[in-house]
C-alpha cells in the first residue's frame, strides 16, 4: 500500500502544531503570573485542554466515518478507544474512579506516589485492556491495509501513554522540577494529538491507494 501525503493534510498538521506552540509559549512566557488562569496548560478546563477536546473529538468522528465506509470494525474498535479518552479527559473519570480504588482498597502511598496515583493507575491499566483486546480482536479480522494503519495508530497511542501516564507519574514522585514535568507531559501530549488528527485526516487519502 502506498502512504501518499495529502498537501492539504500537511497544512491541517502546520495549523494544528502551531495553535500547539502558541499555546506552549503563552503558557512559558506567562508562566510566573499563571496560577488559575486558562492559558495555564495544565489547568482543566482551560484553552489547552479544551483545543484536546476538539482534537479528541473530531479523531472519533473520522474514525466513525472511515468505519462505516470501509465496513472494517477495526476503526470502530479504534474510535471507541478515543470516545473512552475524549470522555476521560473531560470527565475526569480515571482520577474519579482512582480515587475510589484508593479508599476502597486502602491503597498506601509509596516512591513519593499518592495512594490515589495508584488508584489510577490501574484504572488506566484495566481500561486499556478491555480497549486494547477489542482492538486486538478486529486486528486480527482485518486486512493487511488496516493492520498497518493500526500499527501506526498504536505506536502514536503509546506515545500518548509516555507523556500521560509515565511523565505524570515523574511529575508527581520528582520532587523538583514541577513546572518543567507539567510542561514535558501536557506539551507532549497536545503534540502527539495534533499528529493522530493530522494521520486520521489523511486516511481518507491514503485508502484510496
Do not use: C
Not at 501525503?5 to 495549523?15: G, P, R, V
Amino acid at each position: 500500500m502506498n502512504f501518499n501525503i495529502d498537501k492539504n493534510s500537511n497544512k491541517l498538521l502546520i495549523l494544528l502544531l502551531l495553535t500547539d506552540l502558541a499555546l506552549i509559549l503563552i503558557h512559558i512566557y506567562k508562566m510566573p503570573f499563571l496560577g488559575p488562569t486558562p492559558f495555564n496548560i495544565e489547568k482543566d478546563r482551560g484553552y489547552a485542554e479544551l483545543f484536546q477536546y476538539f482534537k479528541e473529538y473530531w479523531i472519533v468522528l473520522l474514525l466513525f466515518i472511515i468505519a462505516i465506509k470501509r465496513t472494517h470494525i477495526i476503526y470502530f474498535a479504534w474510535s471507541i478507544l478515543f470516545t473512552y479518552l475524549l470522555f476521560d479527559d473531560s470527565l475526569q473519570i480515571h482520577e474519579k474512579l482512582g480515587y475510589y480504588l484508593a479508599n476502597y482498597f486502602d491503597l498506601q502511598p509509596r516512591f513519593n506516589l499518592r495512594a490515589v496515583d495508584f488508584g489510577e493507575l490501574g484504572v488506566s491499566f484495566f481500561s486499556g485492556l478491555i480497549l486494547f483486546s477489542f482492538i486486538g480482536w478486529a486486528y486480527l479480522r482485518s486486512d493487511s491495509a488496516a493492520k498497518q494503519i493500526s500499527k501506526h495508530l498504536f505506536i502514536l497511542v503509546l506515545f500518548m501513554a509516555f507523556f500521560g501516564i509515565l511523565v505524570d507519574m515523574m511529575h508527581i514522585a520528582i520532587p523538583w522540577g514541577k513546572s518543567m514535568w507539567g510542561l514535558i507531559e501536557d506539551g507532549g501530549e497536545m503534540i502527539i494529538m495534533s499528529i493522530i488528527v493530522w494521520y486520521v485526516f489523511d486516511l481518507k487519502f491514503i485508502l484510496k491507494n
